[in-house]
């Protein structure tokens, strides 16, 4: 096309009808109906406004910046709000910029959609210090038990837990609904699986995965993420919701699909022993362009507005036009004055951390001088009034790590031991593999004793170290989990095989005799053909039949002959009593109710 059709062109579409001579979007920008004087060297010219519009839609805020530099017209389109609410709304494939579609403007601030779109690029809320939103458990979907209840999972003790209902549907699903303290912004919801130490198999009851849904009653939910899968462990398990922005006053965690049955009954069982959703309640968010766009979004849901009790908040959303910077510092302080004691706990919890720190930092400069004797002794005195007085739930692995320098680990435990102090598991692992590495005479009994006086927190990883080198201190271990196959497995090892049958009894374990007598006879003869004594002369229904008992220990019996205690006695004998009982259990209440047992077994 020569140079004068192409400007004859351009002067025919100044008559296109849906230019009008003017700029006018469905949303209103900066320059919105300013009359515009066409650029002859447009070549854009003849598009219409809904396809430039589109154009803008579809190109990043690098791209706009460089289209705005065209010209007056295309400056204006790259200002249009529905522009870079596309744009908020979009997730950034590097995970590196906040992105939301809960975020709103008022009318007449449409135009500062732009400057919010910065303002979450240069955002760095993943680094603001979060706090525990849960209030309240509100619902849930099935209960096994009113001692396994929702509420089980909110009182931060490992031993607790909500059970489902047993189900023969691997693929059923379960839920559970909470209320947070306030209006909050969701960065995660952390869940940890319960494992049953002691049921036979130590079986986990983790969901296959994990749908969050949030909003503003505990019945409608206006956001709700894509199942996500989980491990069977007993480990937290953390779902996180940032990069995308979420706000809302309930927490809805749906449990997708079972992992495992429970030996009992063969059903499917989810059991959860605690639920916490992290982020940042309004109370502790500065008023910015960001928590204001959030708040406009919640003030649009009507389920918000049915639970505030707040008049000029009602009146702010029935005239747009008031809200404003006064009106959300206002609404701030309101929020603050809501939580102010879990705001001031939050800042005492920061600041004895950094006063820790701090403390830390001078001991260490202290020990690192020639003339450390009398300071660095004061700043270890120093160092220890301030871990007595730390609460327990403060000290964390960092806190831990902190001690970690050359004679300070037993100071740390001796300071909490002295002063009746629980250690946590974590602590109670170190505090044992401390001591053991030079033991003093008395350390079993010294260890039992803090067991016994809950000074030390049992755990599998504490009962496995133990395993080996004092057995019936990890007995001890394990029986204040409990842990059911540990315990029976150390039984085993200690040769108490009448105590092993009647805990299993006791227990409902379901054990295949054939097979552990057989391993049992093939590592020690002796204690083998002890444990086929104990099994042959238990009372009520008998646990092996006589002809196998024979294979899994190597005795044939004649054809006249039919006492097969009786050659087991013989055989026993060559091995004198070498294999007998340790007798080291004799302090322990292993089983309970046996004589109940056995009065029901001989009725």
Request: charged share 30%; glycine share 4%.
């Amino acid at each position: 096309m020569g140079t004068a059709s192409l400007k004859k062109s351009r002067r025919d579409s100044q008559e296109y009808p849906a230019w009008n001579g003017r700029i006018s979007l469905a949303s209103p920008s900066r320059r919105v109906d300013r009359p515009y004087t066409f650029d002859p060297d447009d070549r854009f010219h003849p598009l219409s406004l809904e396809v430039i519009q589109q154009i803008c839609l579809n190109l990043d805020p690098k791209s706009l910046a460089m289209a705005a530099l065209v010209s007056r017209f295309w400056l204006d389109f790259t200002e249009d709000a529905h522009v870079w609410k596309a744009n908020i709304a979009t997730r950034d494939p590097h995970g590196k910029r906040f992105h939301s579609h809960q975020l709103l403007l008022p009318s007449h601030l449409e135009r500062q959609y732009k400057q919010l779109y910065f303002a979450l690029v240069q955002a760095d809320l993943a680094k603001d210090r979060t706090l525990s939103l849960i209030n309240n458990g509100l619902a849930q979907s099935s209960c096994d038990s009113p001692d396994q209840s929702i509420v089980q999972t909110l009182d931060n003790n490992d031993r607790t837990f909500w059970s489902s209902k047993g189900s023969s549907d691997v693929s059923s699903c379960e839920y559970l609904t909470y209320s947070l303290h306030q209006l909050s912004i969701i960065y995660s919801v952390d869940i940890y699986p319960y494992m049953a130490s002691y049921q036979q198999g130590e079986p986990i009851y983790a969901p296959q995965a994990v749908r969050i849904s949030v909003g503003f009653s505990a019945d409608t939910f206006h956001w709700t993420s894509d199942p996500i899968e989980v491990e069977n462990v007993d480990k937290m398990q953390r779902i996180s919701i940032a990069p995308e922005l979420v706000v809302g006053t309930h927490v809805k965690v749906t449990l997708v699909g079972r992992c495992q049955t429970q030996p009992q009954d063969d059903l499917y069982y989810t059991v959860l022993t605690r639920v916490e959703v992290h982020g940042r309640p309004w109370g502790a968010i500065e008023p910015d362009i960001i928590s204001g766009s959030m708040l406009y979004f919640a003030m649009s849901q009507k389920e918000f507005l049915f639970q505030v009790e707040d008049p000029e908040l009602r009146k702010v959303a029935e005239n747009e036009k008031e809200f404003d910077q006064e009106f959300l510092k206002k609404f701030s302080k309101s929020m603050k004055d809501q939580i102010i004691y879990i705001l001031t706990k939050e800042e005492s919890k920061h600041q004895r951390w950094c006063q820790l720190s701090e403390a830390m930092a001078e001991f260490r400069k202290e020990c690192g001088t020639s003339e450390e004797s009398r300071q660095a002794t004061m700043m270890k005195s120093k160092l220890l009034n301030f871990l007595k007085d730390l609460p327990a739930e403060e000290r964390t692995d960092e806190v831990y790590k902190l001690f970690e320098i050359e004679g300070m680990k037993r100071i740390y435990f001796t300071t909490l031991a002295r002063d009746r102090k629980p250690l946590n598991p974590k602590e109670s692992l170190e505090f044992v593999k401390e001591y053991s590495r030079n033991p003093p005479p008395n350390f079993s009994p010294f260890v039992a004793h803090l067991l016994e006086a809950r000074t030390l927190t049992p755990s599998l990883v504490l009962g496995d170290f133990l395993r080996g080198t004092d057995d019936a201190l990890a007995l001890r271990v394990y029986l204040g989990i409990p842990a059911t196959d540990k315990i029976l497995e150390i039984l085993l090892d200690l040769r108490e095989f009448q105590k092993y049958i009647r805990s299993a009894r006791v227990w409902g374990c379901v054990i295949n005799y054939e097979n552990v007598l057989t391993q049992v006879y093939r590592k020690n003869p002796g204690a083998g053909l002890l444990f086929a004594k104990e099994i042959l002369q238990t009372p009520g229904a008998p646990l092996m039949p006589g002809e196998d008992v024979c294979r899994c220990v190597g005795i044939q019996l004649e054809k006249d002959e039919w006492d097969l205690r009786k050659r087991i006695e013989q055989r026993l004998q060559t091995y004198g009593q070498e294999n007998a009982p340790i007798g080291l259990l004799d302090d322990l209440d292993i089983e309970s109710d046996d004589d109940d047992e056995d009065d029901e077994e001989d009725g």
